[in-house]
């Protein structure tokens, strides 16, 4: 436990360093300062557990420093210390949520006394989020018959007449419905944290729900051994084609990657009915084993070449050869034809879905580059919501048709420094939990540290530096928007030590404080 000392008077804090036994109540390290403007910048670079700060000095007084802690989210403990018992300096610390108040001169032992409370009320609340987070592995445990009744039958094979009363609650496919078989297995963890088997499927439960809901499909997750899930998709609005299954795997691949730090290999097979459950998943082991080293998404060729793709839109059937010749003159087609369609009165929702699944297998066949294209373009929560509201609207299916082209026009004209970004961008990813500095990306694409700067701010837009801090940023709120965990380990995972200066930096990105954000996420998934 960390403990600062506030307070303009040099001999009260020397007092307070030298003549308490800190380290018999916990505290490790004791720091002082004489300024309000000092203190802000020992909070700023250390986590501080408790502070005792004077409420009386000159410039800036102790109320000021509280509401300054307060408003950055910092989870610091304040007592304040008077030498007046005036009313209301106590009603104002309190209304600002300060632990503890009080007057001098007082005892040591009553100022270590509060200290120690300070400190047990710490703890009390880090128990707490424990259990609240095991609690949910718990709950969801309970909760999930369907998961577990899909565990016993991949197991053996036997008792399929298990899963059919969940089949028609709509919590497994019934037996006339098609759906997708997925194993998901984990290769590797990028840092040496690694989740526990319980809280590592839940979290895969939240994330999978997250992919797959918005587009009105059903999936569930279970863990049948260490490292490898088996994943069942379906949909009970229209089928679901396998390349727009692979384009959602790659999003969640990427959501593995960067929120849970492991990498991770999704082995696809589908449609299939209920009956072939268990041989098809004896199948996709059988496909894992022979193909381990590899990551991403792996569809069976099968499966891709099971039926020709038939274009629903005769305009689209040849943009696969603009998207790769003239991308410009494709987005200018692509606004033509939803005007056109408007004009008519015949873009429907149901037209509009089948030209977004149309100029999905547009960018299947124009890019020549399989699901690793969308890999390239679904790396943060904002692509990904572009990718999968392309379909309710005609300005949203354009700015889809504009974030591919986009993403066409980096790929081309200098693919060796877009291929270096791609690299600085896969070196955070496996460095997220770590301190980052310039010279270390420099050294890992072998580049001079200014060159490499001025090439980032000629591609991002930012330096090398603002890049880093963003793009972490970015994870950090994709982790608060589709994870349960504690804010302050997102900053670890995320690699701020000190949760003062994470909440600072978020909200300067974000616009608003991680607790914020977390609240205004709930509040829409409470909303009905």
């Known amino acids: 436990m960390k403990l600062l000392i506030v307070d303009d008077q040099k001999t009260v804090v020397s007092g307070l360093q030298n003549k308490v036994q800190w380290d018999l109540i916990g505290i490790d390290q004791v720091f002082g300062c004489y300024s309000v403007a000092e203190a802000r910048t020992v909070l700023a670079s250390h986590d501080i557990d408790v502070m005792l700060c004077d409420i009386e000095m000159p410039l800036e007084n102790g109320l000021t420093l509280l509401r300054w802690v307060r408003e950055s989210d910092m989870p610091t403990r304040c007592i304040l210390l008077t030498s007046h018992a005036d009313f209301a300096y106590a009603q104002k610390s309190v209304s600002l949520g300060a632990f503890d108040y009080i007057v001098q001169p007082a005892p040591y032992a009553d100022i270590s006394g509060a200290v120690e409370r300070a400190i047990k009320d710490i703890e009390q609340e880090r128990s707490e989020q424990f259990r609240s987070t095991y609690g949910q592995v718990v709950q969801w445990q309970r909760s999930n018959e369907a998961s577990q009744a899909l565990h016993r039958y991949l197991d053996n094979g036997e008792y399929i007449g298990e899963l059919m009363p969940y089949g028609r609650q709509g919590r497994l496919p019934n037996n006339d419905q098609p759906f997708y078989l997925i194993q998901l297995q984990i290769l590797r963890f990028s840092s040496y944290e690694q989740w526990s088997d319980e809280l590592l499927t839940v ?163 124009g890019t020549g580059q399989g699901d690793a294209f969308w890999r390239s373009v679904l790396v943060d929560l904002p692509s990904y919501e572009i990718y999968r509201a392309g379909m309710r609207s005609a300005e949203q299916f354009i700015q889809l048709v504009h974030m591919v ?55 991002t837009g930012y330096t090398l530096k603002d890049f880093v801090i963003r793009y972490k940023i970015e994870h950090a709120n994709m982790m608060l928007k589709m994870t349960r965990l504690p804010v302050n380990i997102i900053a670890a995972k995320v690699g701020y030590s000190n949760f003062s200066h994470f909440s600072y930096t978020f909200k300067k990105i974000v616009g608003l404080s991680p607790m914020e954000t977390r609240q205004a996420n709930a509040s829409k998934e409470e909303s009905p």
């Open 203 to 365: 979290m895969l439960d939240n994330a999978v729900n997250e992919v797959f809901a918005s587009f009105g499909q059903s999936a569930v997750i279970v863990m049948v051994r260490e490292g490898c899930f088996a994943l069942l998709l379906w949909s009970g609005i229209e089928p679901l084609s396998v390349e727009s299954v692979a384009h959602q795997l790659s999003f969640l691949y990427n959501v593995c990657r960067q929120n849970l730090n492991c990498t991770v290999a999704l082995y696809q097979r589908g449609p299939i009915m209920l009956p072939q459950l268990y041989a098809t998943w004896t199948q996709l082991q059988g496909a894992q084993e022979r193909e381990s080293s590899r990551t991403g998404v792996i569809v069976s060729q099968q499966d891709r070449d099971s039926k020709r793709y038939v274009f629903v839109t005769p305009e689209l059937e040849h943009w696969d050869e603009l998207l790769r010749d003239q991308p410009a003159k494709l987005e200018q087609q692509a606004g033509e034809l939803m005007a056109m369609l408007k004009t008519r009165g015949e873009l429907s929702k149901e037209r509009l879905s089948q030209i977004y699944e149309d100029f999905l297998q547009v960018v299947h066949r």
């Open 405 to 459: 082209v986009g993403q066409l026009d980096k790929q081309t004209p200098t693919l060796e420094e877009q291929d270096i970004v791609e690299r600085i961008k896969a070196y955070i990813d496996e460095h997220m939990d770590r301190e980052i500095h310039r010279s270390d990306l420099a050294a890992h694409v072998f580049l001079h540290p200014d060159y490499l700067n001025r090439l980032f701010k000629k591609k």
